[in-house]
């Protein structure tokens, strides 16, 4: 199955901490990993309860080596935007959805989730590539964090095994670059650059490049460059 851990960036809370744990526990996930975490001390430990495996074994890492060693990352998040011009936070998908979508890749999937009182900042999301949203009510939308983490949990639970590996962010990172100097080279305009990168990344995210796509994906703009470089 694929290999799904929970991301916590910059927890406030110890309880929260500790209540994700015991929620991942309850459904078969044992990969915590923290960012920059609040000190975690016996209420965190009293909150996981039977879940202090979880508890104990959590890293400590950097936002940059999660994205890394990921093959997928998913931004958790209540804050929408309800316009395609917009596309920080769009397109959403439901948890349920994003079952559907990761349910047969091999490898590692890590699923963000923010701060208790403000979530992941727009950097954060940009470079992730899907975003989730539980669809809750619009009287109150916004969950509590290890809430949140649950509902993730839950809808992810028993996914079958993975049958086929992605490319890694190793990997895809520099395909975005080589986009990124395609731009220039096809004087795409300045003021369109980032809005055109952040749609690209949106695209590309959702549709599970593996080694092989990337590569020809690269292969086509190197051919496309070459035939641009001669007509100049």
Request: glycine letters at 6%; hydrophobic letters at 40%; charged letters at 25%.
């Amino acid at each position: 199955m694929p290999s799904i851990e929970i991301v916590l960036v910059e927890p406030l809370y110890e309880g929260n901490v500790g209540f994700t744990a015991r929620a991942m526990k309850n459904f078969g996930f044992h990969h915590l990993v923290l960012i920059n975490p609040c000190t975690l001390g016996d209420e965190a430990k009293a909150c996981a309860s039977h879940a202090q495996d979880v508890l104990a074994s959590a890293e400590t890492l950097t936002l940059d080596e999660v994205y890394d060693r990921s093959v997928l990352t998913v931004a958790t998040t209540g804050e929408l935007n309800k316009s395609v011009c917009r596309s920080m936070r769009m397109p959403y998908y439901t948890p349920e959805e994003l079952r559907e979508i990761v349910k047969e890749v091999e490898g590692r999937i890590s699923i963000l989730f923010g701060r208790e009182n403000w979530g992941l900042n727009n950097e954060e999301i940009q470079k992730c590539d899907i975003i989730c949203t539980i669809p809750g009510s619009p009287e109150y939308p916004i969950l509590n964090l290890s809430h949140a983490a649950c509902v993730l949990c839950y809808a992810l639970a028993n996914l079958p095994r993975g049958i086929y590996p992605l490319a890694s962010h190793r990997e895809i990172d520099p395909l975005y670059g080589h986009l990124n100097t395609f731009l220039t080279k096809i004087d795409h305009p300045d003021f369109k650059r980032e809005n055109t990168m952040m749609l690209l990344r949106r695209i590309l995210g959702r549709t599970q490049l593996t080694t092989r796509e990337v590569s020809t994906l690269h292969g086509l703009l190197r051919r496309a460059e070459w035939h641009i470089d001669n007509k100049k």
